[in-house]
């Protein structure tokens, strides 16, 4: 490990916090029966009644040193040398402090721009908002975030524990299998290996591609991801394993990062901010949810955001849930929010808690059609944002809920892009050449039919072609 520099312009009393300086005292909990256990394992469930486990910091208040002084410490931090906290572990006093600096596994993750839109696409819509875009992963999508925390994890137990082997596993819609498989590439092969279970033609030609060239064990079943996890639910119960969806709660730590930063951008206040998040198996929006509450909680903001959950009619059980106060799996139907289509969300008795007890009115649900959601992600397009359907789903809800008058108008936006658009280009491609399968429910829009155009090699044609005009 090279020596840490902490340049000679960071003033003096922040100085000897730029390095990570908080003692935690971390345990998995039970969100169900309230029962503790160490952290220095694997655990998903609770051994006890099986339910959801969460990560809390016993010792969360001591960060109470005020708002100003994590500015400082962040600020600071964040034009340091140190690259183990270049990433998502800038945040490491709230994320998962019991890594140490040298067992932090950083790609590249995390401080994702925050775009604002263009006063054209405002006065379309009615209102601003900016997209946080969080393809700009090095796997591409937000996954990364909860997945460099992980495989810090990993890695550190591997010392501490001296483990010889490691299998990691996940079900997927494409994007934690590429993320997984690309940072457990990361670690020595003698010791760690790495298996995804996808849904067979159910995830992109793209996102088929990241794990297999990062050399993943690549599992297809036929069904749709809800039979995936399923499977390794069951193998994560029954075999030795490193499960990394985000049911293990070591993955929803990292995730926190996207609220510390949305937090970071707005310096620290956030109760007029709506965070529009896509919800698919729920753990995004777990993770953005008790990553402003351990901010709360530990005095750094004063407020809680809104928080705008949304799916496709097509993959709607949270909506439903909000509609009805009833909760129902559903069974999906084909989505372009693919990576978001999943009927019966695991992470679903965190978010029924995070509302009940801490939202209240501040978390909402709206749900969307297939429709809006690809004239959604072209329209914006057009105005210089790239999306992924999953964020052109959100802002499809974003547009929805203040058409219903849900939000107030007072409000600042931001919508999550959790993905790359790139990686759903096929869906753009199949909508513009209008053959998007009829189960799609989506009628491709004239006005945003745009096709390759073939000429002759020959300058004069094609600038007579464009009516240019001679100097
Ligand atoms: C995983 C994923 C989602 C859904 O996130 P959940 O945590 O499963 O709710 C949304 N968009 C993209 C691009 C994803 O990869
Ligand atoms: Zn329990």
Request: aromatic share 10%; charged share 25%; glycine share 6%.
């Amino acid at each position: 490990m090279r020596k840490t520099i902490i340049p000679e312009y960071i003033p003096k009393e922040i100085r000897e916090f730029i390095v990570p300086f908080h003692k935690p005292f971390l345990v998995y909990k039970c969100i169900e029966c309230e029962q503790e256990y160490d952290i220095l394992q694997f655990l998903y469930t609770c051994p006890r009644c099986g339910g959801l486990l969460k990560i809390v910091d016993k010792h969360i208040l001591r960060l109470k040193r005020g708002k100003e002084f994590w500015k400082k410490v962040f600020d600071f931090r964040k034009i340091s040398r140190i690259s183990a906290l270049r990433g998502v572990f800038l945040y490491h006093e709230f994320l998962l402090p019991i890594v140490p600096l040298d067992d932090i596994i950083y790609l590249g993750e995390g401080h994702t721009p925050v775009i604002r839109c263009n006063d054209d696409l405002a006065s379309e819509l009615g209102f601003y908002f900016y997209v946080k875009n969080d393809g700009q992963n090095p796997s591409a999508s937000f996954k990364d975030r909860g997945m460099a925390c992980a495989i810090s994890f990993v890695n550190y137990l591997i010392k501490e524990k001296n483990l010889k082997s490691v299998l990691g596993i996940c079900a997927s819609t494409g994007d934690t299998s590429a993320s997984a498989a690309l940072y457990l590439s990361y670690l020595p092969k003698d010791i760690v290996k790495s298996v995804v279970i996808l849904p067979k033609g159910k995830v992109t030609p793209t996102q088929l591609s990241q794990p297999l060239a990062s050399g993943a064990k690549v599992i297809e079943i036929d069904g749709v991801f809800d039979d995936c996890m399923k499977i390794v639910e069951s193998i994560a119960k029954d075999y030795d394993v490193c499960l990394l969806n985000s049911k293990n709660p070591i993955r929803i730590q990292g995730q926190k990062s996207y609220a510390f930063e949305i937090a970071h951008h707005f310096d620290f206040s956030v109760g007029k901010i709506v965070v529009v998040v896509p919800i698919g198996n729920a753990g995004n929006v777990t993770a953005i949810m008790e990553g402003f509450y351990d901010l709360k909680v530990a005095s750094v903001i004063d407020d809680l955001p809104i928080i705008l959950g949304v799916q496709s009619y097509h993959a709607n059980p949270v909506a439903n849930w909000f509609r009805t106060s009833r909760y129902a799996p559903v069974k999906v139907k084909p989505s372009v929010a693919q990576a978001a289509m999943i009927g019966d969300p695991v992470s679903f008795p965190k978010v029924k808690r995070l509302k009940e007890e801490i939202f209240k009115d501040r978390f909402l649900v709206v749900d969307v059609s297939e429709q809006s959601i690809m004239d959604t992600m072209i329209f914006a397009n057009r105005f210089g944002h790239i999306l992924c359907t999953q964020g052109a789903e959100a802002l499809a809800g974003l547009k929805k809920a203040k058409e219903l008058g849900m939000l107030p108008s007072d409000y600042e936006y931001v919508v999550d892009s959790t993905s790359s658009q790139l990686k759903f280009s096929g869906f753009q491609m199949a909508y513009l050449e209008k053959r998007l399968h009829k189960d799609y429910e989506i009628t491709p829009k004239d006005e945003y039919i745009d096709l390759p155009t073939e000429l002759p090699k020959d300058p004069t044609y094609i600038a007579n072609y464009l009516g240019l005009k001679k100097k």
